[in-house]
C-alpha cells in the first residue's frame, strides 16, 4: 500500500519457471488495473517452496521496484540469478529484467527489495561469496544498493554478521521506513542448528548495518520461512515464524525493546507459517498465516487482531484455503477494516 494505491504482484505459470504479474488498485482492491508482466524473459520466475515469490517496494515519486529468485530459463541451474526490474520513466510497463548478482553465488532461499523516499533502493539475498565456509555456516546476507533509483546497482557488499550463517531455504525481508532507516529480518544457520531470527538495521542509508538476534530457535533442520517488515504510525513492525508458531514485534526501537514487546496469536497453532502483517487507523494489529502448509501442499488461513497494547482483540472469520506455494497478503482500509489476499 502507497498513498491511496494498492500494488499487487502475483505468480502465474509452472512453479518451476513461470510469471509475475503487476497490477494495482485505486479503490481498495474493489478493482484493479490489468495485470502487466514484470519479468523481460519468459518463465524467468519460480514459486517452489513459496518463500521465492517476487517481492514489491514502492520507492521516490511511486515508482515500483520488485526482486525475485531467477528460474533455470534465467541462468544456470546451479548459479540461480537474483533478478529486479523497475518500472519505467512512462509508467506503462517494466525495463529489461537485470541480475544484481556479481560476485556471490548459491541463491537459494527468497529475496527481498527496498526503497526509499531519497531514491535509494536495496535488493538483498543470501548466499556466499568466494571461499565461504562449507555448508550453511557459510552463508552471508548481500545486499546490492542503487542511489538512483534502480537505474544503476553497486556490487553487493555482506552485511550481517561474520559466523551467523544464514538458512539456506529460507526467506529474508528487508524494509526501508520513511526516515531512510533499512531494516532486515533473516534466519541464522550457526552451527547448522542455531535457526534463529535475527534483526539487521541500518541508519546511514545501508553503509553500515548491525546484527542482532532477535528469536532463538534451536532445530536440525530448514523449516523453509517467510518474514514481514511493515510501517504504520511511525512505527516498524516485524512478523517471523518460530517453533511453528508465527509472532510479531515492533523493531525500530532497538532488538531489547523488541523481545519485550513480542506477541504471538492464541490457540492451536497447527504449523503456522507465512505471516503477513497490517495496521489500522485505531493502532490495531492484524497477523495473518497459512496454517499446514507444506512441501507441495497448500493450507488453510488464519488470522488475529491484536490492539494498540499488543493483546489479542477479536478472531476473524472462517479460514479458507491457501493455494500450494501461496501465501497472504494484508492491508488495512481506510474505516479501519482489513483485507487479506491469498
Known amino acids: 500500500m502507497a498513498g491511496r494505491r494498492l500494488h499487487l504482484v502475483y505468480f502465474a505459470g509452472d512453479p518451476r519457471h513461470g510469471d509475475i504479474y503487476y497490477c494495482h488498485s485505486a479503490d481498495f482492491g474493489g478493482t484493479f ?92 539475498w543470501h548466499g556466499k561469496a568466494p571461499g565461504p565456509e562449507e555448508g550453511e555456516a557459510g552463508r552471508r546476507v548481500f545486499i546490492a544498493k542503487s542511489t538512483d533509483d534502480g537505474r544503476t546497482f553497486a556490487k553487493e557488499h555482506t552485511v550481517s554478521a561474520e559466523g551467523t550463517g544464514a538458512c539456506g531455504c529460507c526467506a529474508l525481508r528487508v524494509f526501508a521506513d520513511s526516515r531512510g532507516v533499512v531494516y532486515g529480518l533473516y534466519r541464522s544457520a550457526t552451527e547448522n542448528v542455531h535457526r534463529d531470527i535475527h534483526l539487521l538495521r541500518s541508519a546511514d542509508a545501508g553503509r553500515t548495518f548491525s546484527d542482532a538476534l532477535l528469536h532463538a530457535w534451536k532445530i536440525d533442520a530448514c523449516p523453509m520461512s517467510s518474514m514481514e517488515l511493515i510501517e504504520a504510525d511511525g512505527e516498524v513492525l516485524g512478523a517471523w515464524e518460530t517453533q511453528e508458531q508465527v509472532y510479531f514485534a515492533p523493531v525500530s526501537k532497538g532488538v531489547r525493546a523488541a523481545k519485550a514487546a513480542i506477541c504471538a496469536p492464541p490457540g492451536d497453532h497447527p504449523k503456522r507459517k507465512y505471516p503477513a502483517l497490517a495496521r489500522n487507523t485505531r493502532g490495531e494489529t492484524l497477523l495473518a498465516w497459512v496454517e499446514g502448509a507444506g512441501w507441495q501442499r497448500g493450507g488453510k488461513s488464519g488470522w488475529q487482531i491484536f490492539d494498540r497494547a499488543g493483546r489479542p482483540a477479536a478472531s476473524c472469520g472462517t479460514p479458507t484455503g491457501v493455494p500450494v506455494w501461496s501465501f497472504p497478503a494484508a492491508f488495512a482500509r481506510p474505516d479501519g477494516r482489513f483485507t487479506i489476499i491469498v
Open 33 to 124: 488495473s490489468p495485470g502487466v508482466r514484470v519479468n523481460s524473459q519468459p518463465g524467468s520466475a519460480i514459486a517452489i517452496g513459496a518463500i521465492r515469490g517476487a517481492q514489491l517496494a514502492v520507492g521516490r515519486n511511486g515508482r515500483v521496484h520488485v526482486a525475485w529468485n531467477g528460474s533455470d530459463v534465467a541462468g544456470d541451474p546451479q548459479h540461480a540469478p537474483m533478478l529486479y526490474t523497475r518500472l519505467n520513466d512512462r509508467g506503462t510497463g517494466f525495463e529489461p529484467q537485470r541480475n544484481v548478482m556479481r560476485e556471490t553465488f548459491g541463491l537459494d532461499g527468497g529475496g527481498s527489495v527496498a526503497a526509499d523516499r531519497a531514491g535509494n533502493v536495496y535488493v538483498a
